[in-house]
C-alpha cells in the first residue's frame, strides 16, 4: 500500500506530542508537515524527550503548504482556532481529524456551551466517531470530530447498559482525570501546590463534556439521555476513570452484557474487577467493569485521557477515514509500573 502524507498542526501540545509518538512509527502514515503559531523550531526543540528520535522542522501554520504536503491532518488546537483552520484546510482538499470539540455537538448545542459556530457548513458532516459504539462510519468522510476525553470514558461504560436503564431515574457520572487533560498552558488550577496531595472537584453539572455525553447518548439509544456530571481533578499526569451510576430495569448481569456488547473489539479489555488507569497509560485500551447491587449499576471505564481520550482514538479514526485496519500504529503496551 502506498504511503499516505499527513501533518499535525498544534504539534507543541500536549495531544500534539503523542500523534508524533505514533506516527513516526506508522505503518502508512508519513509525517510531512509539523506546526504551530510561531514555527522557527524543530520536534525535539519543543520536545525534548524527542531528541535523536523526531528532530524534523516546525513551521508557523500555513494553509496552502500544508495542503501542498499532505492529504490527512489531525488538528491538536484549542476551540475556534480548530474550526478556522479546518475550514481552510477543508476548502483545499484535505481531510481532517480534530481534537477539539468544535465539530463534536450541534450548531445548537455547541452555541450554548462555547461560541458562535463558524463553520456550520462542515459541521453539517462531519463524523462523530468512538469505532467501538459507531462503527466505520468514518471510513471515506473528509472531517472527523474526535470525542471528548470524559466523554468517551462515560460512553464506553454506559453505552452496553442503554437498553438495561430506567431513564426516568438519575444517571450519575463521577469521572477523574489526570492533569494533562488541561493542555500545556498553566493556570492556578493547575499548579502543583494545587494537585498535589489533593483531590477537588470542578465544574459540576455545568461541565462541557455533560453536553456531549447527553447528545450522544441519546442519538446511541434513540430515548432522550440526561447526566449529573461531576468531574474531578487527581494528582496524576495522564489517566482517567469515569464511573456511571444508574438504576436498572432489567436483570441483565453487568459482566456478560460487557463481554457480548465488546466482543471482538481489540482496544476494549473486559475486566473482573475495577480497572487502574496505570494499565491503560500510554495505549489505546478502554478497560470497563461493571457490577450490581440489586437494581443499581455501577459501570466504569478506564482510559488514558491523553491517547485513548484523544490522540490514539484520533490515530484509529483516521486509519478508519483512510479504509485502513483500525490497529495500524497504535499502541498497546502500557506504561507500567
Ligand atoms: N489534553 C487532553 O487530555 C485532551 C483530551 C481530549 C481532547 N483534547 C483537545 O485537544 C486539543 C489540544 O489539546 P492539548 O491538551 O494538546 O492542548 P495544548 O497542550 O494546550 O496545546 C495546544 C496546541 O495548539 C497550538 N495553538 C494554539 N493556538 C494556535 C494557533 N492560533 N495556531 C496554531 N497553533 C495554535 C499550540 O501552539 P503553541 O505552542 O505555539 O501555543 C499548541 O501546540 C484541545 O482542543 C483539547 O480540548 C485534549
Known amino acids: ?19 508524533v509518538k505514533m506516527l513516526i512509527n506508522h ?16 520536534v525535539s526543540e519543543l520536545h525534548p524527550a524527542l531528541l535523536g528520535v523526531c528532530d524534523m522542522g516546525v513551521e508557523k501554520v500555513d494553509l496552502d503548504r500544508a495542503a501542498s504536503l499532505c492529504e490527512l491532518i489531525f488538528l491538536a488546537l484549542p476551540h475556534k482556532t480548530a474550526m478556522n483552520t479546518a475550514k481552510g484546510l477543508l476548502e483545499r ?25 463558524e463553520d456550520i457548513e462542515n459541521l453539517e458532516h462531519a463524523i462523530y466517531s468512538i469505532p467501538e ?31 438495561h436503564i430506567d431513564t426516568t431515574q438519575p444517571i450519575f457520572i463521577d469521572s477523574k482525570t489526570g492533569v494533562s487533560g488541561a493542555g ?3 493556570t492556578a488550577g493547575v499548579h502543583y501546590v494545587s494537585v498535589n496531595d489533593n483531590i477537588n472537584c470542578y465544574n459540576i453539572i455545568k461541565h462541557r463534556h455533560a453536553i456531549e455525553i447527553e447528545q450522544h ?28 451510576y444508574a438504576t436498572l430495569k432489567s436483570n441483565v448481569q453487568p459482566d456478560e452484557q460487557l463481554e457480548k456488547f465488546y466482543e471482538n473489539k481489540p482496544f ?6 475495577p480497572p487502574h488507569t496505570k494499565m491503560t497509560s500510554g495505549t489505546n485500551f478502554a478497560d470497563v467493569y461493571a457490577t450490581r447491587h440489586g437494581n ?29 485496519d483500525e490497529t495500524f500504529g497504535i499502541p498497546v503496551i502500557a506504561y507500567v509500573p
Open 296 to 324: 443499581a449499576l455501577v459501570s466504569m471505564c478506564a482510559i488514558d485521557n491523553l491517547m485513548r481520550g484523544a490522540s490514539s482514538q484520533a490515530l484509529v479514526n483516521a486509519n478508519i477515514m483512510m479504509g485502513l
Open 184 to 186: 500545556k498552558s498553566p
Open 1 to 19: 500500500m502506498n504511503a499516505i502524507n499527513v501533518g499535525i498542526i498544534g504539534v507543541s501540545g500536549y495531544t500534539g506530542l503523542e500523534l
Open 217 to 244: 447518548a441519546s442519538l446511541l439509544s434513540g430515548n432522550d439521555i440526561k447526566v449529573t456530571f461531576v468531574p474531578s481533578l487527581v494528582p496524576m499526569t495522564r489517566g482517567m476513570l469515569a464511573c456511571v
Open 27 to 42: 505503518p502508512i502514515f508519513t509525517l510531512k508537515y509539523c506546526a504551530n503559531t510561531e514555527g522557527e523550531t524543530t
Open 93 to 117: 482538499g484535505v481531510k481532517i481529524v480534530d481534537l477539539s470539540a468544535d465539530y463534536r455537538l450541534s450548531a445548537e448545542n455547541y452555541e450554548a456551551s462555547y461560541c458562535e459556530h
Open 268 to 273: 476494549v479489555r473486559v475486566r473482573m474487577a
Open 133 to 163: 459504539l459507531h462503527g466505520r462510519r468514518a471510513q471515506g468522510s473528509r472531517l472527523v470530530a474526535n470525542p471528548g476525553c470524559h466523554v468517551t470514558a462515560t460512553l464506553m461504560a454506559l453505552a452496553p447498559f442503554l437498553e
